[in-house]
């Protein structure tokens, strides 16, 4: 079943995924699916724990061969990245600080330095790490250390993210900000985002093309446009600028303020609004998994990131 937003003219198709199977020996993750996303989608997927959507992504990301079929996408403009990634656990490099870290990106593509700079204190400031900027990973949090993985893609400015669960490690203040933010930058560049979660919620206020999966093995259950506007979206990322820009005395409460606004909007107001989305997805995820195999464990048995964590030497 598909449930369709008014037509609307089509654009170039910057990811496309052809029948896209993945067998890890006699186990299959992901099923014959296919979708084709269109340049500037914030496009969300949604589905049971094991239902292969952190392997879709990997495979997206160039982490993982497929098994048949195919996963493409669009070359970039000229000096731009392809991509970049954002995984559920954190995946910093523990020997250098947080700038260090976030320029990592820059520096490989041999950005001009001025413009590394630049790029590293933004996002710095917008993930709330400009403090933190001389120290190492081992001196952060577990949520801290996940805001040095996104601000380190946010400043690599890539045509493509690809995020698998990147606000799920964060305290729900962080978590609304940098959702404000994610929307901010979706908004202005329009970005083509992959954004893997559990959340009905998160999905339907951040994308406007969620895919929900079914339960092992992942095969795509159904495909819903997002017809509705994000409220606030505009109004927030402009206050949120507005605020930063106060000193810093007055900043913090007014900010403080703003984000359990923003918390109690998202409970209530968004629930009401879109409880037809939330229902449809929920009744497509308890279905996907009466109809498949058993459910899995709540927990991962494999976390996205341990690949890239192990050949930085620190545990999974």
């Known amino acids: 079943m598909i449930v369709a937003a008014n037509p609307a003219p089509r654009r ?12 890890f020996r006699n186990l299959v993750a992901v099923d014959d699916v296919s979708i084709d996303i269109e340049e500037g989608t914030f496009f969300a997927i949604v589905g049971p724990s094991g239902c292969g959507k952190t392997t879709l992504l990997r495979i997206l990301g160039g982490l993982e061969t497929v098994t048949s079929g195919e996963a493409t996408i669009a070359d970039p403009a000229p000096g731009r990245p ?23 990106g820059l520096r490989m593509r041999k950005a001009p330095k001025a413009a590394i700079e630049t790029a590293v204190e933004h996002w ?9 900027a001389k120290l190492y990973p081992h001196q952060l949090s577990g949520g801290m250390r996940q805001r040095v993985s996104i601000a380190r893609a946010f400043a690599n400015d890539p045509e493509v993210l690809l995020m698998d669960e990147p606000f799920s490690a964060l305290d729900e203040q962080n978590r609304t900000i940098l959702q404000q933010e994610l929307l901010r930058i979706w908004e202005t560049d329009k970005k083509t ?4 979660t559990h959340s009905v919620d998160e999905a339907v206020t951040l994308a406007d093309k969620i895919m929900v999966m079914t339960a092992s093995p992942g095969r795509a259950k159904t495909v819903i446009d997002v017809a509705f506007d994000r409220l606030g979206t505009a109004a927030g990322s402009s206050l949120s600028l507005a605020i930063v820009a106060l000193p810093h005395a007055v900043a913090g409460p007014l900010l403080l303020a703003c984000v359990f606004t923003l918390a109690v909007l998202s409970l209530f107001t968004v629930r009401r609004l879109n409880a037809g989305y939330i ?10 998994t009466a109809s498949g195999a058993p459910a899995p464990p709540e927990q ?17």
């Open 193 to 196: 985002v992959v954004f893997i």
């Open 300 to 316: 991962y048995a494999q976390r996205s990131s341990c690949i890239v964590r192990a050949s930085f030497g620190s545990d999974p």
């Open 82 to 104: 392809q991509y970049s990634i954002i995984f559920q656990g954190d995946s910093i490099f523990p020997w250098m600080t947080v700038w260090d870290n976030a320029a990592y």
């Open 279 to 288: 229902r449809t997805l929920e009744d497509s995820l308890k279905a996907g």
């Open 12 to 23: 170039p198709i910057k990811i496309r995924i052809n029948h896209l199977t993945k067998r």
């Open 124 to 132: 710095l400031e917008r993930t709330g790490l400009t403090r933190y």
